[in-house]
């Protein structure tokens, strides 16, 4: 019997082998982990294979399990070769015997205490195998702690549900209402799958889970720039945790592997902590440890997008006055053009995308902007939606580079997608998108990403639809480095209909995402709190939309929202009074006090109150610590009401807000509706 014990900080992983019952003498090589503390025995808990692979042919090893889910299936009976242990880092080869091979690579992080997992197939077999499942990570042999390690009774899953300015709200459900109870016989399987169909990843649900009691909390995150799933899975005693790539069952997705090819999963990452907030503060820090990023993010300067200035109606003239008027505000260092510069006369800028020809009515000298910018000590930024082409523009007519299925041109509305696996879309980009920046002198860029191909595309090599699409978002991915080669120092901002393509991949490899398409209303702080959850608040843009006639509080409400990542301001820049000019730069020199606990600090509590967004009542509190000092930002949404916070070995030492409170033993704030407040505790020596 296989049986190694590997200890990583806290965290007791357990590579075991285990008897498939109803399959005499097969076995396979199971994943789990546990607190380092826990009293189990590894040997006798109800592990499935660490690799879960399906081939097109495969029979099931459990009943009822076919269109349900592709786990166990043949293919997962695998020994292991070898496994080796080196520093953090286990990698473990194991084979079927006839020629199909993987490697399955685990790397554990100390700072962070997270762990990073992926597997490569490769096949040594005389044959094509057409691989139609190859998950990044499975986790089993999960159960309660706190009942013994017997059962899985009192766990819960924990989802993040997104939507269109909905982005990754908690959703925790007991297994008991999943339906997770163990059947009377130990008999018959239960599956909860979920994920997202094509290539806005962030949508129905973001790409995470956590399973856990009152006793500790599992926590996985995969990166996921296409079609993906996550699998939670209970059969007998304890259950599984598995996910990656969408399968063909759910996504369409089968990939031919010739002999001596190999194909490699994205990476998942998954880490064991006593709770939620703590998972989600590792997978952050661990996402922060792997960003590289040009030298101006390192200061994360605050930036102002015209966009809900000029609603896709942006001039050359416009432009300038608005750097002008930036003036009294030293820490913007990013003035970004929104959408609109390319749009015909006789045109909206909605469908006209595509061509990306500039407009010389409105823009004679579109470089005229960053000069302007550059002399006021701003890089100057401009929107993209390149992979789309919109009805209204040339391009949506270009048949041999839009994206097909089953040979008709793939039409979502008015939008047709580049296929960006081909040389007529490559020279387009390079001539259109990649020189145009360059003569223009612009050192940033917001894609955009407004529609979804969904299952997939058509390949020439007549590849499933789920493999044409993932290629296509292979190819956009790409684009991103070719983007950062071309232009030294280019900040690249990741957009989708707002946070559509948050997920760990494309997050990695740009300089920030904008958190939401939520520009103005009143639930942006509690979106932004759940989008802090999942990704570094560094990378976290959020709108801050100033007007000419609004309260005071109202400015302040949308500042301290916009706190918890990086403050995009936007709105009337040109049209506000000396007041209101000093109220903005009072919450800017605040945000300054207090960036190094935005960007690096752990988020102690988010409790919101409010259970409908769009008749938001209620408040919410969000708090962040980093090296003895507290951020506190409460946002009222209700009628008046208090909120008492225990201040005990803190001094309040700045606030931002225009609520009345009280600072003793007590932070004592008294509410009103759509007021908020942004307090700096300092921990007394």
Known sequence: MFLKKYIFGDTAVSYVETPVEGHENRTVIGLAVYPK???IEPEKLCCDSLVQVAFTGDEALIDYTLGVTMRNRTSTLLHVERQMREGDTVTTVLSDGNGNTYTHALEYSPKTGVFTTHVRYTNHSDMVRTLEMLSSFSLSGISSVAGGCKNTMGLTLTRMTSAWSRECRLKTESFSALGFDMSWARYGVKVEKFGQVGSMPNRGYYPFAAVGD???????QIEAPYS?????????????????????????????ILPGESFTTDKAFFTLQKDLNTVCNALVHEQDRRLSVPQSEEEMPVMYNEYCATWGNPTEELMLKMIDALAPFPQIKYFVIDSGWYKPEDKGWCNAIGDWNINRTIFPDLSLISKRAKERGMKAGIWYEFEIAGRDSETF????????????????????????????????????????????????????????????????????????????TEASLEWLTKLKDGIEGLVIENCSSGGSRIEPKRMNLV??????????????????????????????????????NEPDARTIYSLCAAMMGRICLSGDILKLSADKIALIQRGLAFYEAVKEIVRRGDILL????????????????????????????????????????????????????????????????????????????????
């Open 606 to 685: 988010i409790d919101n109150s409010v259970e409908y967004y769009r008749d938001p009542k209620g408040r919410q509190i969000y708090i962040k610590e980093w090296r003895g000092q507290k951020l506190v930002i409460v946002h009222f949404l209700d009628d008046e009401s208090v909120v008492g916070l225990d201040m005990k070995g803190y001094t309040l030492i700045k606030q931002y807000t225009d609520l009345e409170f009280t600072a003793g033993e007590t932070l004592e704030i008294h509410g009103e509706k759509f007021h908020a407040g942004a307090f700096l505790l300092q921990k007394e020596i």
């Open 37 to 39: 503390d826990a009293e």
């Open 397 to 472: 007519h270009q048949k041999d580079m839009l994206l097909h299925r089953d040979g008709s041109l793939l039409t979502s509305k008015n939008r047709r997608f580049l296929d960006l696996r081909t040389e007529e879309a490559e020279s387009f980009l390079q001539e259109k998108l990649l020189r145009q920046l360059r003569e223009n002198g612009f050192g940033y860029i917001k894609i955009d990403y407004n529609d979804n191909i969904g299952v997939g595309c058509d390949s020439e090599d007549g590849a499933a639809l789920g493999e044409g699409g993932r290629q296509v």
């Open 214 to 220: 009152n006793t500790f909390c599992l926590g996985v």
């Open 511 to 548: 300089s920030m995402c904008s958190f939401s398409d939520a520009h103005e209303c009143a639930e942006i702080p509690l979106v932004a709190a759940n989008v802090s959850r999942v990704i570094p608040a560094r990378q976290s843009q959020i709108w801050a939309v100033l007007r000419e």
């Open 228 to 256: 993906w799933q996550i699998e939670l899975y209970e059969e007998k005693e304890t259950c599984a945790l598995s996910g990656g790539l969408g399968d063909f069952e759910s996504a369409h997705w089968r990939k031919e």
